[in-house]
């Protein structure tokens, strides 16, 4: 339950069961042909800020999902409602969709929708959803890619679009889930929430290789993250701080790592990572590269995405090695780095990772974009308890609010449930 700052996942029937309930109120003629799809939220163990350097991550799926029971329209109405947006319907028809045509939570929907037609050239007719979720709202936990990508599957489904049966045609959902997102929500977001959400694997991690362009066979790999045999568990802290800045600060972001890599002639921080990882000296290249660039903040923000995207190859060979109780080391080299050079962390995030080191982690880390959302730690999964108590008391010491917690057992992609 809720005690203590705990978040459960609701198991599948249950979420499913709620979302019926959610679609039976707001259009109370439910009829044989309602389903159900659910999709995960995610946390990222490794590369931050690498997406859109054309960098690697690792993402999980979380066993925390987004639930739309849906049923298609023989019109072109989309009607929506959401446990987490109470009162309301939202409504618009399929031929008004369009870049800065809708707005509200059901963009993130209709967009879905519009994407698949822009992107795939996919037709669906217009449909009556109902939304309900487990995933914590705004915590840099991915509630945007979960609800895009349960709707996703949902289409692809009454559609008979044949997309979600494949790892190649889940990409080309993601793709066009991250269209949504960008163009119709307006959220500049790189692609890997919505990739984790449609093609993770329960039991793994998924090695995202985010160079634009890319095979769906190459993109994206699955590594064994076998927590359980190792008696360990990743403990996620949604440090539930306000997000301030972030919309500016990402895009400046993007921005200095854009023009350092055009500063340095080459088409992303992507190739400088692998010629420094290809070298035989490896600290002296990097240097050679920095020391082009004039300016001290765009030093520390290249010197960032290139270790960062080193860190996710050590931490995939220790995960391949069967040695993931050695991964700590990276995440705090990762924590530092966000914290130093990239300068994306926070009050809040710093305290998280700190007060769960002293309790005993292995490692601990911000994830997802900064400026607030969640940290992670590895923690024996004996010992997660005591960790969150740390980590509560901190909170109360420096009068931060309550900070909320969950397990990261990595889960199943977006699917039908019933
Ligand atoms: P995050 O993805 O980290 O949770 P975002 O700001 O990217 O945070 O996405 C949160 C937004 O996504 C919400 O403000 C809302 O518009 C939409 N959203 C996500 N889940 C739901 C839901 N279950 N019901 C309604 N809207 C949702
Ligand atoms: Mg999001």
Same mark, same amino acid.
């Given at each position: 339950g809720a005690a203590r700052g705990w978040v459960g996942a609701w198991a599948q029937e249950t979420g499913a069961a709620r979302v019926r309930d959610v679609f039976a109120q707001a259009f109370d003629d439910v009829t044989a042909d309602l389903r159900v799809w659910s999709a995960p939220g995610r946390v990222n163990l490794i590369?931050?800020?690498?997406?859109?350097?054309?960098?690697?991550?690792?993402?999980?799926?979380?066993?925390?999902?987004?639930?739309?029971?849906?049923?298609?329209?023989?019109d072109s109405l989309v009607r929506l409602t959401s446990a987490q947006a109470p009162g309301e319907v939202w409504e618009a028809r399929l031929e008004d969709v369009a870049p800065g045509a809708v707005s509200g939570w059901g963009a993130y929907v209709a967009g879905v929708a519009w994407a698949l037609r822009e992107e795939l050239g996919r037709e669906v007719t217009g449909f009556d959803a109902a939304v309900d979720s487990c995933v914590p709202f705004g915590a840099g936990l991915s509630s945007s890619a979960a609800l895009e990508s349960s709707v996703a599957v949902a289409l692809d489904d009454v559609g008979g679009l044949g997309l979600g049966g494949s790892d190649a045609g889940r990409a080309a959902l993601a793709t066009a889930c991250v269209r949504a997102e960008n163009e119709i929500a307006g959220a500049p977001t790189g692609g890997m929430d919505q990739s984790?959400?449609?093609?993770?694997?329960?039991?793994h991690a998924l090695l995202l290789?985010?160079?634009? !362009?890319?095979?769906?066979?190459? #993109?994206?790999?699955?590594?064994?993250? &076998?927590? *359980?045999?190792?008696?360990?568990?990743?403990?996620?802290m949604d440090t539930r701080a306000e997000h301030q800045l972030v919309d500016g600060q990402y895009a400046q972001r993007r921005d200095t790592c854009e023009a350092a890599a055009h500063a340095l002639g080459t088409e992303s921080l992507r190739e400088l990572a692998d010629a420094v990882e290809a070298s035989d000296d490896p600290t002296g290249t990097l240097t050679v590269a920095l020391d082009k660039l004039p300016e001290d903040v765009a030093r520390r923000r290249v010197r960032h995405?290139?270790?960062?995207?080193?860190?996710?190859?050590?931490?995939?060979?220790?995960?391949?090695?069967?040695?993931?109780?050695?991964? !700590?080391?990276?995440?705090?080299? #990762?924590h530092a780095s966000l914290r130093? &050079?990239? *300068?994306v962390s926070s009050v809040e995030l710093d305290v998280a990772v700190e007060a769960a080191r002293v309790a005993g982690a292995l490692g601990a880390r911000m994830t997802g974009g900064g400026f607030g959302g969640s940290a992670i730690a590895l923690v024996a999964a004996d010992r997660a308890e005591a960790v969150a108590d740390s980590v509560r008391a901190a909170f109360e010491r420096e009068g931060f609010g309550a900070p909320g917690f969950l397990l990261a057992v990595p889960s199943e992609p977006a699917g039908a449930v019933d």
């Open positions: 590369g931050e800020h690498t997406d859109y350097n054309d960098g690697l991550c690792l993402p999980i799926a979380l066993p925390h999902r987004t639930y739309v029971a849906l049923r298609p329209r023989s984790v959400a449609l093609r993770a694997r329960s039991g290789d985010c160079r634009r !362009g890319l095979d769906p066979a190459e #993109s994206a790999e699955q590594v064994p993250f &076998d927590l *359980e045999t190792a008696g360990l568990a990743v403990l996620v995405v290139v270790t960062e995207i080193g860190r996710v190859r050590d931490l995939v060979a220790l995960l391949r090695d069967g040695r993931v109780g050695e991964i !700590g080391p990276l995440m705090n080299a #990762s130093d &050079d990239y *300068e």
